[in-house]
């Protein structure tokens, strides 16, 4: 069973950083792909950006693009977002999944709040 948890949340001041963390556990995939989420109140989930297994490949949304970065720490089986410039519409719970197959995402974490102020 493969199990994600998220870390890294917190509140921060319009204009400054976050770095968020995902930790994998259990079996997975050299297919696999990573995907950082998102969620505000009475929204929609939204795609945040995603990176495959081997950390070579990784796409953006348009409103994470040149402010958010994707990356992995193989040794740790850990995945990062850094979130730069932050924004109060940023404010959301950020979750990570797993797409280990199929590029559908089966696995989520729990999620960590992010709360951007102004």
């Known amino acids: 069973q493969v199990q994600l948890v998220e870390s890294g949340g917190g509140l921060v001041q319009a204009g400054g950083s976050l770095r968020l963390s995902c930790a994998v556990s259990?079996?997975?995939?050299?297919?696999?792909?990573m995907g950082w989420f998102r969620q505000a109140p009475e929204k929609a989930r939204e795609f945040v950006a995603q990176l495959n297994w081997s950390g070579d490949t990784t796409y953006y949304a348009d409103s994470a693009k040149g402010r958010f970065t994707i990356s992995r720490d193989h040794a740790k089986n850990t995945v990062f977002l850094q979130m730069n410039s932050l924004k109060p519409e940023d404010t959301a719970v950020y979750l990570c999944?797993?797409?280990?197959?199929?590029?559908?995402?089966?696995?989520w974490g729990q999620g960590t709040q992010v709360t951007v102020s102004s």
């Open positions: 999944a797993i797409a280990t197959s199929g590029g559908v995402y089966n696995y």
């Open positions: 259990g079996p997975t995939f050299s297919t696999a792909v």
